[in-house]
């Protein structure tokens, strides 16, 4: 799927290797409407903009789509980006196309108040598309993965920006799709500009081991293949190695050691019914000696994705575990294609066509985020509950319930039905009582204790503990229809507190009309309808107190008066848990302001502030990256603001991150903690992986009150045995 295509004619060899039958005279017909349309455009590579539409069209081919998807996929962005409109697609091909192409279409031309909002108010129109026709997602991806390809000319921001989008909602997306190969590859394009350290080192090691690698997947096939071959007929095999991304997961985040990852290697045994899996799975026990606790049957026990096969990991004659994955044809096209299966080998329709029900969760998603006021939590949504990590965990009759990694049993009762949820007192874990957050494991059975007892709900803490966007908004629901006075009372309580926070002091008939004007956005009639939705939820209030502020100071002139004569100290607001740290922004009063992430400042650094849409004044290092070095020459220069730390910086308590590298030895890990609790500093997270060259890395998260403080902490983790450097990241 990697060859790229430059011209129409690459195109339609693509089409005929597919050995189908398009509608050619269509697809040609809307190539020559895209190359008129786009006509001198170019991409930032200077080839012509055609070739991106080009190779969109192939690989929809290549994923097995319809005639009518690869014409919308040539045509997916004159709407957008040139003077065709839909009305001129529907009338030169059909109402279906057009119906394809405005679902990939961005909402452009819709004012937003934020980035944030008009990306999550793009998936939500996507995701309405996709649940009328599916094949508007896929012809999403196919574009998302042919810009990762030519990623290399964007921006260093863009570049991140685009991939950490990737990583939260398309790929996740393709997963619960079963697009693996698309997965995959976009996830592998991302994490090279997320990450680039992890990605090249686990690059090299792959490489490194190439040769090796190769030898040993072909020598193991073969093996497999001579014995299984006499007794099962039309048996194929096939070797892969896990992405660069699927290392990634495990090494980084769950901190293991590359040796410790059993399945970088596997061997895929293809064969024609479910019978033969079984029978396979038994040879291959037999051959080889299976690890204990690492079998999985994902054919009695499906995926939500639909995804199928026996999973089983073995220790070679060598002493190399690798995984061995059994599954028929029928489930092999399934797991390489998805749902994009269903228009290249038909799959369902012998049996009942199964795409509907394979859809149910878009339509779920999108009923669970009709009653939120907050546009953005559908990302947030896509985040947690199309997590690729999943676990199934049993009702006591038997029934399996798929949930996202790190589920409660609070999301496997609202799971089950938004009644068992609310009426919930408590849960058993395989007939033992177990707390109210307890996060629940594969192969278990649950049991929800559940009381008839009249007005019973759920906590509002709940809120917090639940993984699945489907559990909290059944909570929100809750509140919103049981307990709006409550809901007013609480709402109000918040209000008055972020407003003490910020120095707001706002009169009755101001309020009143600030809540009406913000109630208008927010589907909400009253001002007591915007406080009954911050009680329960519906509205994040982090996101309404700029906009009030802003607000605030347009109805004070004598306040941005006072901005204009001095700098006064600002009120610094880094997170709920934060702590307020004294700033002072040359021409600005009372105005939100936060630290930025990439370069976490401490008092006494050189800092500056860059004011946000929004999200009020952002401040970074002067030698933060994201920083021009020429301020004059930059996109926006009138958004850089003059910063100083109040005073040379206050003793408050800041995050700070520490990279410290050290020969890689026992007990290393457990000095550099000792050291730290020695001087009373507070860990946030401590995490080490071994480098190629015998060293570890260690990453630790700290709080310290000032770069005095953390140059101290530095000099002491310097002297601990066998260390190399330390230095903040």
Not at 48 to 69: F, Q, T
Not at 107 to 115: A, T
Not at 433 to 455: A, C, N, W
Request: charged share 30%; net charge neutral; with cysteine.
């Amino acid at each position: 799927m990697e060859k790229s295509i430059e011209s129409y004619h690459d195109l339609v060899a693509v089409l005929h290797s597919c050995e189908r039958d398009f509608d050619m005279d269509m697809i040609e017909r809307a190539y020559k409407l895209a190359k008129k349309a786009h006509g001198d455009q170019k991409r930032l590579s200077g080839e012509p903009y055609i070739v991106h539409p080009l190779n969109v069209a192939a690989i929809l081919a290549e994923l097995g789509m319809d005639s009518e998807s690869i014409a919308a996929g040539l045509l997916h962005d004159v709407v957008e980006d040139t003077q065709v409109d839909l009305q001129q697609i529907t009338k030169q091909f059909s109402a279906e196309i057009a119906n394809l192409i405005d679902g990939v279409t961005k909402l452009g031309r819709i004012p937003y108040s934020s980035r944030e909002e008009q990306q999550a108010e793009n998936i939500r129109k996507m995701l309405i598309a996709m649940s009328e026709d599916i094949r508007v997602i896929i012809i999403k991806l196919a574009d998302r993965l042919h810009n990762m390809r030519t990623s290399m000319f964007w921006g260093p921001q863009k570049q991140r920006d685009k991939a950490l989008e990737n990583m939260e909602v398309y790929a996740p997306i393709a997963h619960r799709l079963g697009i693996r190969a698309v997965k995959e590859e976009l996830e592998d394009l991302s994490l090279r500009y997320l990450d680039p350290v992890a990605y090249e080192e686990i690059e090299s090691a792959l490489k490194m081991r190439s040769r090796d690698r190769a030898a040993f997947i072909e020598n193991t096939k073969k093996k497999i293949h001579d014995r299984i071959a006499p007794m099962i007929p039309n048996v194929y095999l096939e070797g892969r190695v896990k992405s660069i991304n699927g290392i990634y997961r495990k090494v980084f985040v769950q901190g293991k050691n590359i040796d410790e990852i059993y399945d970088i290697y596997a061997v895929r045994v293809i064969v024609d019914t479910v019978n033969d899996c079984y029978n396979v799975l038994g040879i291959v026990h037999d051959m080889f000696r299976p690890l204990p606790n690492r079998f999985k049957d994902y054919i009695s026990t499906p995926k939500p994705n639909m995804y199928q096969s026996l999973h089983t990991t073995v220790l070679s004659s060598e002493g190399i575990p690798f995984e061995v994955q059994i599954r028929t044809w029928e489930m092999h096209h399934t797991a390489e294609y998805g749902i994009a299966a269903h228009w290249k080998y038909k799959l369902g329709l012998t049996k009942g066509d199964k795409l509907e029900d394979r859809l149910v969760w878009i339509r779920q998603m999108l009923e669970n985020q009709k009653d939120n006021e907050d546009a953005t939590d559908i990302v947030r949504t896509i985040k947690s509950d199309l997590a690729p990590e999943e676990v199934f965990v049993f009702t006591p009759k038997g029934e399996v319930i798929s949930l996202p990694y790190g589920s409660t049993v609070i999301d496997f009762a609202y799971a089950i039905h938004s009644a068992v949820g609310n009426r919930m007192i408590g849960a058993k874990v395989d007939k033992r009582i177990v707390p109210i957050d307890y996060k629940v494991k594969t192969g278990e059975i649950v049991e929800i204790l559940t009381t008839k007892e009249q007005g019973h709900g759920p906590s509002r803490d709940w809120l917090k503990i639940v993984k699945t966007s489907e559990a909290r908004n059944k909570i929100r629901q809750w509140f919103k229809k049981e307990r709006r006075e409550e809901n007013i009372i609480e709402g109000k309580a918040e209000l008055e507190r972020e407003f003490k926070r910020n120095g707001i002091l706002l009169t009755e008939p101001e309020l009143k009309e600030i809540l009406e004007n913000i109630g208008k956005k927010q589907n909400c009639a009253t001002p007591d309808d915007v406080y009954s939705a911050i009680g329960y939820g519906g509205i994040q209030l982090w996101k309404l107190i700029p906009r009030i502020k802003e607000e605030y100071i347009k109805r004070r002139p004598h306040l941005a008066q006072a901005q204009e004569k001095k700098p006064t100290p600002l009120t610094t607001n880094t997170s709920k848990h934060g702590s307020a740290g004294g700033v002072l922004i040359e021409g600005m009063d009372n105005c939100l302001i936060k630290f930025s992430r990439c370069c976490n400042p401490l008092p006494g650094d050189d800092i500056i502030g860059f004011i946000t849409r929004g999200f009020g004044v952002s401040i970074h290092k002067r030698s933060c990256s994201n920083v021009p070095k020429n301020i004059a020459e930059s996109p926006e220069p009138e958004r850089w603001v003059k910063a100083h730390w109040e005073g040379g910086g206050k003793k408050e308590d800041f995050k700070s991150t520490l990279e410290i590298v050290a020969e890689d030895r026992a007990g290393l890990l457990a000095d550099v903690t000792q050291q730290l609790f020695n001087m009373h500093i507070c860990i946030h997270s401590l995490n080490s992986r071994e480098t190629k060259d015998g060293n570890a890395v260690i990453s630790a998260t700290i709080t310290v009150n000032g770069l005095e403080h953390l140059s101290s902490v530095i000099s002491r983790l310097s002297n601990i045995e066998g260390t190399i450097s330390v230095r903040r990241s």
